[in-house]
Every structure is written in structure tokens, then in C-alpha cells.
């Protein structure tokens, strides 16, 4: 009888362990790839010795523990990364405050007068007033970074209803300063166990390729002509977004530091386009800096 | 606190040390170790022992290899390093006089 079900039985075997081990890699990406394979090592090992010893495969799970479970464990005892997460939010998080600051800067000593993009200034007159109260939004974008870990999900979310408002409906120069503060609040979640699944990065490359759509629709409209020069402006946005692909963390520095360029070009050389050309500065920062943060390598040697 | 409560974290400062202990007598698999240390009390399941040994290892304490040797299929055996010889005895000297003032304050609150 029992002979008749060895088949079976070592074909379930094999499913036990291979979704446990799969589970185990998946939420040990943080993880340098020989301490990884050091614990499936480990794993593997365990089974096999388990069904030595006359333990079903069920019974040997039993002893590690569900592989969420494990593999909090095992990232514990390594220290590793217990706070990527956090450090993933809190670096997006103060590029978005520093952002905001950027843009009060350049709103308040950059923009020329007579330039309204829904540009929102109640005060009027005293420079000093401006200063101050164009420096709002950065204070806010802040708060998350300051109040209570208790408060800080709620903070976050009723932050960014209020840069995205106002982004939207009041002061569209803001727009860089709330797709970071959005970042800050998804990116950390998907980057959590490691390098994201490759559907991220390609909606990443995805998103740089809008500039792009938009140049080109606005010339089959007949806005622009294509000549040399606003193809360029086509095809590199549409390169980044090919760059973003390679699941490294170098592209998304590249990709970022670009945005950086295009934010600080558009402050000096306001033209017709300045609004899209600020977004897409402020869109290649983010999905850059994104991609640069979730791909990062976080070695980290064992505590001494 | 509970009995438990005490017991737990007094053994999670000493887990490591019993794990060098054990291996300095000769080199074991993963489940053997498990195995004595269950029985010990000092560990629930093999599920804390593992990540224990990520850690271990990461530190240079103790060292896997795959035996391939013998007949049957290839066993994975740990075994301690010069350095985690060279903590065990250290350990063993803190053992033995924080445990002598211990006792010794026991014995004088009685």
C-alpha cells in the first residue's frame, strides 16, 4: 500500500518544499545572494533531513514556521534592512520637501510677472510675506517626517489630499512636489522586500515615455512642427524609459539626475512649454529616484 | 514577569553560546542540533534555529559545508570556526564569574 503511493507521495513532497522555497526567495530579496542561497541552502537541507527521519513535508513546514514567519526571523537575526521601507519613504519624503522649497524659491524670484499658471499668491506686495507663504506647502510636505510613528500613515494621507489639491485645482508648480510625496507613500510598499517585480519598473519606463506621447500628439495636432530639435525632446524621454528596464539601481540615478537638470534648465529658460517641461523634470526625478531607491543594493554586514 | 517571560530572555543572550557548545563537541546537521537543543528547552522549533544560524554564519562563528561522502544523499553539517572556538571560551570565562555572583546573591537574599 505504501509502496503504491511512493509516486504520488514523493511528487507532493517536492510541491511542499518547492513553494516553500519559492516563498522563502521571494521575501528574501533584500538579501545579499549568498546569504540568501545560504538559507534556502539551510531549508533544503532541513527537508531532505526531515523526511529522513519519517516527517512529511507538512510536519517539516510545521517546525520552520509559515515563511512570513521565517524569513522575519532570519531577517531579524541578520539585521538586514528591518528598515528599508522607512528609509526608502523618508529619502523620497525630503526630496519632496526640498522640492517644494525649490519651487517657492523659483516662484518667488523666478517667475515672471504676467506668467499665470493658476499661480496662487494671496499676499501681495511684501516680499518677505511671499517667501513665507510660499514655503507652506514645504512645511507641510514635511509633517509626516515629523510627527509620531503612530500618526504617520493618517499624516501622510491627508498630506498628500492637500499637495495634490493644491498641485491640481490651485498652484500646478507644485505637481514634482506631489508625485514625490505619492512616491513616498507607494514606493516603500512595493520595495519592502527587496527589488520590486519587473511590472514596476516597466510602468516606471512607461510613465517617462508620457512627455514623449504629449510632444507627439501636440505636433500631429499641429501645435509644433517636428524638426530636428523637438525630436530629440521626443526621443529622449522615450531612451530614459528604455534605460529604467535594467533592474539596477544605476539607471534610476541617471534617470533622476536628468529630471534634476531639466527643473533647473526649466527655471532659467521659461518658454511656451515651461509647465510641461517642469512636470516632466519632476516626473523623470521621481520615477528615477524611485527606481534608484527600490533597486538599491542594501548590503549590510552582519552585526559584529 | 512570568517564569516564561524570565526564561525566554535569559536564553536568547546564551542561545548562540549553547549552539558553539554543542558544535565544539563535533559537527552537526541542521536537524541533529535542532534535535539537542529542543530537548534542552532552549529552542521551541527548528524554525528559530535557522535564521540563529544566518546570523552565525554572517559572523563568521560557524561554517556549513555539504557532505557528500558518504553513501546516501549529500547532508548538510555545521561546524565551528577558529573564531567561534575562540568566543565560546570567552563566554565560558564570563559564564563562569557572572554566574559565581549570581549565586552568590541568591544565596545571600535567602
Known amino acids: 500500500m505504501r509502496r503504491a503511493t511512493t509516486t504520488e507521495g514523493t511528487t507532493m513532497n517536492a510541491d511542499t518544499e518547492d513553494t516553500y522555497l519559492r516563498d522563502v ?19 533544503r537541507a532541513h527537508f531532505a533531513d526531515a523526511a529522513e527521519a519519517g516527517r512529511t513535508p507538512e510536519q517539516a513546514v510545521e517546525g520552520l514556521g509559515d515563511p512570513a514567519t521565517f524569513t522575519r526571523r532570519v531577517q531579524a537575526e541578520l539585521g538586514h534592512d528591518a528598515d528599508r521601507a522607512g528609509r526608502i519613504r523618508r529619502v523620497l519624503q525630503w526630496t519632496a520637501v526640498a522640492m517644494a522649497v525649490f519651487t ?67 498652484q500646478m508648480t507644485f505637481v514634482p512636489t506631489a508625485m514625490l510625496a505619492w512616491a513616498a507613500l507607494i514606493v516603500p510598499v512595493i520595495a519592502r522586500h527587496g527589488r520590486p517585480a519587473p511590472a514596476w ?3 516606471g519606463g ?99 | 514577569m512570568s517564569e516564561e517571560r524570565i526564561a525566554t530572555n535569559l536564553r536568547k543572550g546564551v542561545l548562540e553560546y549553547c549552539v558553539l557548545a554543542l558544535l565544539s563537541h563535533g559537527e552537526k546537521y541542521g ?51 577558529q573564531h567561534g572556538s575562540e568566543q565560546l571560551a570567552t563566554f565560558t570565562r564570563v559564564w563562569v564569574s557572572l554566574g559565581a555572583q549570581v549565586d552568590a546573591l541568591l544565596e545571600g537574599s535567602r
Not at chain 1, 524659491?105 to 523666478?110: H, P
Not at chain 1, 506668467?115 to 507652506?136: E, H, K, N
Not at chain 1, 505636433?219 to 530636428?228: C, E, I, K, P, R
Not at chain 2, 542540533?33 to 540563529?52: F, H, K, M, Q, V
Open chain 1, 25 to 43: 526567495a521571494k521575501r528574501l530579496r533584500a538579501l545579499t545572494p549568498a546569504q540568501r542561497s545560504a538559507v534556502l541552502d539551510d531549508v
Open chain 1, 104 to 170: 517657492a524659491m523659483f516662484e518667488t524670484f523666478l517667475w515672471p510677472d504676467g506668467m499665470t499658471f493658476g499661480l496662487f499668491l494671496p499676499i501681495q506686495g511684501d516680499g518677505f510675506a511671499v517667501v513665507l507663504w510660499s514655503l507652506v506647502p514645504a512645511l507641510v510636505a514635511a509633517l509626516p517626517l515629523v510627527v509620531p510613528a503612530r500618526a504617520r500613515t493618517a499624516t501622510t494621507v491627508v498630506v498628500l489630499a492637500a499637495l495634490t489639491a493644491l498641485a491640481l485645482a490651485a
Open chain 1, 201 to 203: 519598473r516597466i510602468a
Open chain 1, 206 to 304: 512607461v510613465l517617462l515615455m508620457l512627455p514623449s506621447a504629449q510632444l507627439l500628439s501636440g505636433a500631429l495636432a499641429g501645435s509644433w512642427g517636428m524638426d530636428a530639435e523637438a525630436m530629440i525632446y521626443t526621443a529622449v524621454p522615450v531612451g530614459l524609459g528604455l534605460l529604467l528596464l535594467v533592474g539596477r539601481s544605476w539607471p534610476g540615478v541617471v534617470v533622476a539626475a536628468f529630471g534634476a537638470g531639466v527643473l533647473v534648465w526649466g527655471t532659467l529658460d521659461l518658454g511656451m512649454l515651461f509647465l510641461l517641461l517642469w512636470w516632466a523634470g519632476g516626473l523623470f526625478l521621481t520615477v528615477g529616484l524611485s527606481h534608484a531607491l527600490a533597486h538599491a543594493n542594501l548590503r549590510r554586514t552582519g552585526r559584529a
Open chain 2, 31 to 81: 536537524l541533529e542540533l535542532a534535535g539537542d537543543l529542543t530537548a534542552r528547552e532552549l529552542i521551541a522549533s527548528e524554525g528559530s534555529l535557522y535564521p540563529l544560524l544566518a546570523r552565525m554564519r554572517e559572523n563568521g562563528l560557524v561554517e556549513p559545508r555539504w557532505d557528500t561522502s558518504g553513501t546516501g544523499r549529500p547532508r548538510r553539517y555545521y561546524a565551528i570556526t
